[in-house]
C-alpha cells in the first residue's frame, strides 16, 4: 500500500536566497504544490531582495512562506527564532548557508580563517544545537521529533588545495553531525549530511563555460534532499555524497 507523504510541514531554510538552499526550497513548494500538502517554510539569508522575490514566488496555496534576513555570523539563533515565533514548531532545519575563501594555504588570513569559521563552524554548531533543543522538546510527528539535513561537501572527506579554511570548516561540520547522530537516534531526530561535489550556484563566482557543462545545478543536489525529508520514519539516511557524473572538477 502506498505511503502517506510525510515531507515535514514547518521547514526553515538557511542559504536560501541562492544556489542550493533556494532550489530546496522551490522543490519543496513545488511538491506541495502538487500534493495539496500544507507546508510552512521560514527562508533565512542575508539578503533581504532575494528573500522577498522567493517569498513573492514561493507563497499561495498549500504554501506559506516568510522570510527573514540577518547574518548568521552575528546571530546565529535569529532564524530559529524567526520559526518557532511564526509558526510555533520546527520539523526541519534545512542548513546550506555556508561560505568559503579559496585561495592557497600560505595567503590564507586570519581574517580569511575567521571568517570561514564563524559561519561554517560556531554559527552551525549554535544554530543546530538550538533546533535540537526545540526538536527534542515538541511532541513527535509522523514518528520523529525532526530533521536536520546540513550541506557540508565533499571537501568534508576529502582535501582540495586552495581550500585549507573550507575544508577545515567542513571535516568540523562533519565530526558535528556524526556526534549529533548518536544523540538523534535516541530522540528521533534524524540526522543527514549532503556532500555535494561541484554545482553551479552564484559561490562559484565567473565559470569558464566549458567547467560549467561538466558541473551539476542546484537543483541536481536539492531533489534527493527533498526526497529524503519524506523518508519513512522507520529509516535514516545518513549521508548523500553526490558529485558530477563525469566526477570532481
Ligand atoms: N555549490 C557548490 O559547488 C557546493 C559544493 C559543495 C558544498 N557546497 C556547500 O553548499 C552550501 C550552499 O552553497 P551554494 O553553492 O548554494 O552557495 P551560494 O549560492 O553562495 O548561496 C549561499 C546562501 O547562503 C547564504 N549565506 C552565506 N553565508 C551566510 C551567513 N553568514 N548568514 C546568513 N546567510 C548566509 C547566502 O546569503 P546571501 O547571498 O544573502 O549572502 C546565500 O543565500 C554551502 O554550505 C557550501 O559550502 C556548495
Redesign the pocket.
Known sequence: MPEKDITPSVILI??????????VAEGLAARARQSGAQVRLML?????A??EALVAQLQGGSVGCASI??????APLR?LEACLGRYGRIDALI??????RFKDFLEQTPEDLEFTL???VT?TFLLLQGAYAAMKSQAPRHGMRGQIQ??????AEQPFAQSST?CLS?YA?RGLLDVMRLYGRQDGIRILE???????????GEVDPVQVAR??A?ED?AQPMIDALALSSRAALEVITIRPLQGDL
Do not use: F
Open positions: 538557511t542559504g536560501a536566497g541562492k544556489g542550493i538552499g533556494r532550489a533565512a539569508a542575508r539578503t533581504q532575494d528573500l534576513a540577518c547574518d548568521l555570523a552575528d532564524p542548513h546550506s548557508a555556508g561560505v568559503g564563524k559561519t561554517n554559527a546540513v550541506v557540508t561537501s565533499i571537501a573550507y567542513k561540520q549532503v556532500r555535494p561535489g561541484a554545482a553551479y550556484t552564484p559561490m562559484w558541473m551539476m542546484a543536489v
